[in-house]
């Protein structure tokens, strides 16, 4: 923790040796306004040491920001980071820097909550005889290799009359980018399907 440059001026004066020629009094001293200016250095050196902490993990990373980028290497679903918000860089750098794979559903869930995407899955199940009941959807085979991820819409908006104006689009919709990640990450046997939900706050235009 970084410190006032008062409370390392007294530390300093606190380690001069015995005897009367080294006053702990700084205030007003030789010593003391000798030693005001490492003082500050030092309390600069701590601060910025503090505010370092914050560079070593992706998600609040802004000066390493870059460095992280550029060790991960070009974007696999071919984004262009550098028109992302900062807070999107730091969200996609931290999901790729401590992805360890995996497939199952808790996985791909941690992955789309770590670009701050939530998302639920359901798996497709064949049809059996002595599990299924009545009214149940009939499954068979290959529809077992299917599962379906379903998430909301980004943005969702409707043109209204009055208030849309000539070339305005009738609906105008958002994905989210996670799909390139899961469909990269999803075994190679199976197909993901995604549908999308109006999100709550979706509004008109």
Not at 37 to 51: G, K, M, R
Not at 135 to 141: E, K, Q, S
């Amino acid at each position: 923790m970084s410190r006032p440059a008062e409370d390392a001026h007294t530390e300093l004066l606190s380690q001069l040796p015995p005897g009367w020629i080294w006053p702990r009094a700084g205030d007003g001293s030789l010593i003391g306004a000798i030693l005001a200016a490492p003082a500050t250095l030092f309390a600069e050196i701590e601060a910025v040491a503090e505010a370092m902490m914050e560079q070593v993990d992706p998600r609040t990373a802004t000066d390493t920001l870059g460095d992280f980028e550029r060790v991960l290497g070009p974007d696999l679903c071919g984004r262009d980071v550098s028109a992302l918000s900062v807070a999107r860089r730091q969200q996609l750098a931290h999901q790729r820097w401590v992805a360890r794979g995996g497939q199952s559903i808790a996985y791909y869930v941690a992955m789309a909550a770590a670009r701050g995407v939530v998302i639920t899955i359901e798996e497709v199940r064949l049809t059996r005889a002595g599990v299924a009941r009545a009214g149940d959807r009939l499954t068979n085979h290959p529809s077992q290799f299917v599962w379906v991820v379903r998430l909301a819409l980004g943005l969702w908006r409707r043109a209204r009359a009055g208030r849309a104006v000539a070339g305005s689009r009738t609906y105008e919709i958002e994905l989210s980018d996670i799909e390139c990640d899961i469909r990269r990450a999803a075994p190679a046997h199976t197909d993901v399907f995604f549908t999308y939900l109006p999100a709550d706050d979706a509004g008109e235009s």
